[in-house]
Protein backbone atom coordinates (compact mmCIF):
# COMPACT_ATOMS: atom_id res chain seq x y z
CA UNK A 1 0.00 0.00 0.00
CA UNK A 2 1.12 3.43 -0.44
CA UNK A 3 2.81 5.01 2.74
CA UNK A 4 0.99 7.88 4.00
CA UNK A 5 4.73 9.25 5.35
CA UNK A 6 7.78 9.08 3.32
CA UNK A 7 10.46 10.48 5.73
CA UNK A 8 13.69 11.95 4.50
CA UNK A 9 17.00 11.56 6.90
CA UNK A 10 20.44 13.08 6.02
CA UNK A 11 23.13 11.93 8.27
CA UNK A 12 26.29 12.81 8.65
CA UNK A 13 28.19 11.08 11.71
CA UNK A 14 25.60 10.06 13.83
CA UNK A 15 25.15 6.66 14.24
CA UNK A 16 23.29 6.61 17.58
CA UNK A 17 21.57 9.76 16.85
CA UNK A 18 20.26 8.95 13.62
CA UNK A 19 18.69 5.66 15.03
CA UNK A 20 17.13 7.91 17.45
CA UNK A 21 15.33 9.61 14.65
CA UNK A 22 14.82 6.87 12.47
CA UNK A 23 12.83 4.51 15.24
CA UNK A 24 10.49 8.13 16.43
CA UNK A 25 9.72 7.86 12.70
CA UNK A 26 8.72 4.35 12.98
CA UNK A 27 6.83 3.85 16.09
CA UNK A 28 4.31 6.65 14.61
CA UNK A 29 0.46 4.91 14.91
CA UNK A 30 -2.02 5.45 13.12
CA UNK A 31 0.14 6.06 9.36
CA UNK A 32 2.11 4.10 7.26
CA UNK A 33 5.67 5.18 6.67
CA UNK A 34 8.93 4.59 4.27
CA UNK A 35 12.18 6.01 5.83
CA UNK A 36 15.12 6.84 3.40
CA UNK A 37 18.33 7.47 5.32
CA UNK A 38 21.05 9.27 2.92
CA UNK A 39 24.23 9.11 4.33
CA UNK A 40 26.67 12.02 3.60
CA UNK A 41 29.77 10.30 5.64
CA UNK A 42 32.28 9.10 3.07
CA UNK A 43 32.46 6.45 5.01
CA UNK A 44 29.19 5.38 5.27
CA UNK A 45 28.93 5.84 9.59
CA UNK A 46 25.09 4.94 9.94
CA UNK A 47 25.20 1.61 7.71
CA UNK A 48 25.43 -0.90 10.32
CA UNK A 49 23.10 0.95 12.95
CA UNK A 50 20.84 2.19 10.26
CA UNK A 51 20.83 -1.99 8.63
CA UNK A 52 20.72 -3.25 11.98
CA UNK A 53 16.94 -2.17 12.33
CA UNK A 54 15.65 -4.39 10.25
CA UNK A 55 12.76 -3.04 9.39
CA UNK A 56 11.81 -3.34 5.54
CA UNK A 57 10.43 0.25 5.84
CA UNK A 58 13.60 1.69 6.09
CA UNK A 59 15.96 1.82 3.05
CA UNK A 60 19.78 3.14 3.47
CA UNK A 61 21.88 4.95 1.19
CA UNK A 62 25.57 6.07 1.00
CA UNK A 63 25.92 8.42 -1.08
CA UNK A 64 28.44 8.70 -3.63
CA UNK A 65 30.48 12.13 -3.34
CA UNK A 66 29.67 13.62 0.35
CA UNK A 67 28.68 17.35 -0.04
CA UNK A 68 30.91 18.25 2.95
CA UNK A 69 28.02 20.11 5.17
CA UNK A 70 24.99 20.55 2.11
CA UNK A 71 21.62 19.21 3.62
CA UNK A 72 20.20 20.84 0.77
CA UNK A 73 21.77 18.56 -1.56
CA UNK A 74 20.78 15.41 0.04
CA UNK A 75 17.65 16.24 0.78
CA UNK A 76 16.92 16.86 -2.89
CA UNK A 77 18.32 13.25 -3.61
CA UNK A 78 15.62 11.52 -1.76
CA UNK A 79 12.30 13.51 -2.23
CA UNK A 80 12.08 12.07 -6.10
CA UNK A 81 11.91 8.69 -4.35
CA UNK A 82 9.65 9.27 -2.30
CA UNK A 83 6.46 7.07 -2.87
CA UNK A 84 3.79 8.50 0.25
CA UNK A 85 1.16 10.97 -0.07
CA UNK A 86 3.51 13.42 2.04
CA UNK A 87 6.71 14.48 2.85
CA UNK A 88 8.64 14.04 6.24
CA UNK A 89 12.05 15.84 6.40
CA UNK A 90 13.66 14.75 9.52
CA UNK A 91 16.92 16.15 10.82
CA UNK A 92 19.11 13.49 12.54
CA UNK A 93 19.68 14.73 16.03
CA UNK A 94 15.62 15.39 16.13
CA UNK A 95 13.22 13.03 16.94
CA UNK A 96 9.20 12.27 16.47
CA UNK A 97 6.54 12.95 18.90
CA UNK A 98 4.39 10.31 19.65
CA UNK A 99 1.27 10.94 17.27
CA UNK A 100 2.78 13.60 15.25
CA UNK A 101 2.58 12.08 11.67
CA UNK A 102 -1.29 11.04 12.45
CA UNK A 103 -1.97 14.45 13.41
CA UNK A 104 -0.43 16.45 10.40
CA UNK A 105 -1.34 14.30 7.94
CA UNK A 106 -5.19 14.39 9.44
CA UNK A 107 -4.59 18.20 9.33
CA UNK A 108 -3.29 18.23 5.71
CA UNK A 109 -6.25 15.95 4.74
CA UNK A 110 -9.02 18.06 6.05
CA UNK A 111 -7.53 21.25 4.46
CA UNK A 112 -6.85 19.87 1.18
CA UNK A 113 -6.26 23.44 -0.28
CA UNK A 114 -3.18 23.79 1.99
CA UNK A 115 0.21 22.59 1.27
CA UNK A 116 2.13 22.36 4.34
CA UNK A 117 1.55 21.41 8.27
CA UNK A 118 3.35 22.22 11.02
CA UNK A 119 3.23 21.99 14.88
CA UNK A 120 4.81 23.16 17.61
CA UNK A 121 8.88 22.21 18.95
CA UNK A 122 9.81 20.92 22.46
CA UNK A 123 13.39 21.05 22.73
CA UNK A 124 15.41 18.62 24.96
CA UNK A 125 19.16 18.92 26.46
CA UNK A 126 21.47 18.37 28.78
CA UNK A 127 22.77 22.16 29.14
CA UNK A 128 20.10 24.50 31.22
CA UNK A 129 21.24 27.67 29.92
CA UNK A 130 20.78 26.43 26.38
CA UNK A 131 17.69 24.32 27.11
CA UNK A 132 16.12 27.58 28.76
CA UNK A 133 16.55 29.88 25.98
CA UNK A 134 15.81 27.47 23.26
CA UNK A 135 12.24 26.92 25.23
CA UNK A 136 11.51 30.32 24.91
CA UNK A 137 12.62 30.81 21.35
CA UNK A 138 9.88 28.05 20.46
CA UNK A 139 7.43 29.35 22.89
CA UNK A 140 7.40 32.81 21.19
CA UNK A 141 7.56 31.03 17.94
CA UNK A 142 4.13 29.01 18.35
CA UNK A 143 2.57 32.19 19.60
CA UNK A 144 3.34 34.13 16.38
CA UNK A 145 2.14 31.03 14.56
CA UNK A 146 -0.81 31.50 16.32
CA UNK A 147 -1.15 34.55 15.63
CA UNK A 148 -1.11 33.89 11.75
CA UNK A 149 -3.21 31.62 11.92
CA UNK A 150 -5.90 33.57 13.29
CA UNK A 151 -5.41 35.91 10.83
CA UNK A 152 -5.76 33.31 7.99
CA UNK A 153 -3.34 35.20 6.02
CA UNK A 154 -0.36 33.52 4.85
CA UNK A 155 1.76 36.38 3.84
CA UNK A 156 1.67 37.04 7.85
CA UNK A 157 3.74 33.62 8.42
CA UNK A 158 5.92 34.68 5.34
CA UNK A 159 6.06 37.93 6.57
CA UNK A 160 7.50 35.95 10.30
CA UNK A 161 9.97 33.92 8.28
CA UNK A 162 11.85 36.63 6.01
CA UNK A 163 11.66 38.90 8.53
CA UNK A 164 11.42 37.80 12.03
CA UNK A 165 12.90 34.82 13.81
CA UNK A 166 11.54 31.91 12.30
CA UNK A 167 8.34 30.03 13.34
CA UNK A 168 9.29 26.83 12.16
CA UNK A 169 11.93 24.63 12.03
CA UNK A 170 12.34 21.80 9.16
CA UNK A 171 11.92 18.55 11.09
CA UNK A 172 8.40 20.33 12.66
CA UNK A 173 6.49 20.23 8.88
CA UNK A 174 4.71 17.75 6.66
CA UNK A 175 4.27 18.86 3.48
CA UNK A 176 2.33 17.62 0.13
CA UNK A 177 4.97 15.18 -2.16
CA UNK A 178 3.15 16.77 -5.31
CA UNK A 179 4.44 20.40 -4.23
CA UNK A 180 8.18 19.22 -4.24
CA UNK A 181 8.47 19.47 -8.20
CA UNK A 182 6.99 22.76 -8.09
CA UNK A 183 9.24 24.32 -5.76
CA UNK A 184 12.04 22.40 -7.45
CA UNK A 185 13.19 21.13 -4.14
CA UNK A 186 15.33 23.06 -1.53
CA UNK A 187 17.90 25.38 -2.72
CA UNK A 188 21.78 23.77 -2.34
CA UNK A 189 22.84 27.39 -2.95
CA UNK A 190 21.97 28.21 0.95
CA UNK A 191 24.41 26.36 3.42
CA UNK A 192 22.39 27.79 6.38
CA UNK A 193 18.43 28.34 6.61
CA UNK A 194 17.75 26.57 3.61
CA UNK A 195 14.81 24.52 5.51
CA UNK A 196 13.16 28.61 6.28
CA UNK A 197 13.54 28.85 2.71
CA UNK A 198 11.85 26.11 1.92
CA UNK A 199 8.99 25.99 3.47
CA UNK A 200 8.45 29.76 3.06
CA UNK A 201 7.97 29.10 -0.49
CA UNK A 202 5.89 26.30 -0.11
CA UNK A 203 4.02 28.35 2.25
CA UNK A 204 3.39 31.65 0.32
CA UNK A 205 2.47 29.11 -2.88
CA UNK A 206 0.23 26.88 -1.20
CA UNK A 207 -0.97 27.81 2.31
CA UNK A 208 0.13 26.01 5.91
CA UNK A 209 -2.46 24.96 8.56
CA UNK A 210 -0.48 25.21 12.33
CA UNK A 211 -1.22 22.58 14.40
CA UNK A 212 -0.92 23.71 18.48
CA UNK A 213 0.43 20.71 19.53
CA UNK A 214 4.41 19.33 20.29
CA UNK A 215 4.99 17.10 17.32
CA UNK A 216 8.75 17.49 17.10
CA UNK A 217 11.53 16.34 20.10
CA UNK A 218 14.31 19.47 19.14
CA UNK A 219 17.90 18.08 20.76
CA UNK A 220 19.48 21.19 21.74
CA UNK A 221 23.58 21.53 22.48
CA UNK A 222 24.65 19.67 18.95
CA UNK A 223 26.86 20.43 17.21
CA UNK A 224 25.39 22.13 13.69
CA UNK A 225 25.70 24.18 11.72
CA UNK A 226 23.53 26.87 12.89
CA UNK A 227 24.92 26.46 16.57
CA UNK A 228 27.90 28.07 15.09
CA UNK A 229 27.76 31.50 15.90
CA UNK A 230 30.65 31.82 12.85
CA UNK A 231 27.93 31.13 10.64
CA UNK A 232 26.18 34.18 10.88
CA UNK A 233 28.06 36.11 8.05
CA UNK A 234 26.60 33.04 5.69
CA UNK A 235 23.09 33.40 7.06
CA UNK A 236 22.92 36.70 6.32
CA UNK A 237 24.22 36.29 2.64
CA UNK A 238 21.38 33.60 2.61
CA UNK A 239 18.77 35.62 3.74
CA UNK A 240 19.48 38.48 0.94
CA UNK A 241 19.34 35.51 -1.55
CA UNK A 242 15.84 34.51 0.02
CA UNK A 243 14.82 38.38 -0.54
CA UNK A 244 15.91 38.47 -3.84
CA UNK A 245 14.04 35.45 -5.15
CA UNK A 246 10.94 36.57 -3.12
CA UNK A 247 10.79 40.26 -5.17
CA UNK A 248 11.68 38.23 -8.01
CA UNK A 249 8.67 35.82 -7.71
CA UNK A 250 6.02 37.71 -5.78
CA UNK A 251 7.30 41.83 -6.29
CA UNK A 252 9.07 44.31 -5.14
CA UNK A 253 5.53 46.17 -3.89
CA UNK A 254 4.56 43.02 -1.71
CA UNK A 255 8.06 42.32 -0.57
CA UNK A 256 8.43 46.23 0.65
CA UNK A 257 4.84 45.86 1.93
CA UNK A 258 5.68 42.79 4.23
CA UNK A 259 8.61 44.23 5.25
CA UNK A 260 6.98 47.55 6.33
CA UNK A 261 4.01 45.72 8.23
CA UNK A 262 6.87 43.45 10.02
CA UNK A 263 8.41 46.67 11.41
CA UNK A 264 5.28 48.51 12.45
CA UNK A 265 2.23 45.75 13.52
CA UNK A 266 4.10 42.26 13.28
CA UNK A 267 6.44 43.34 16.10
CA UNK A 268 3.89 43.65 18.14
CA UNK A 269 1.81 40.66 17.50
Given at each position: ?44 S ?19 V ?15 R ?63 A ?105 G????T???L????V????
Amino acid sequence: MTPDVSVVVPTFRRPALVVEAVKSALSQDGVRVEVQVLDDSPEGSAREPVLALGDARVRYVQRDVPTGGNPATVRNEGWPRATGRYLHFLDDDDRVAPGAYQALAHALDAHPERGVAFGRVEPFGDDAQVLARQTAYFEDAARRARVAQRLGSRRWLVANMMFRPTVLVNSACLIRRELLPVLDGYDPRLPLVEDVDFYLRAIRRAGAVFLDRVVLEYRTGAPSLMHNERDAKKAVSAYRLIHERYRREWGALEFTALRLATRTVLRWL
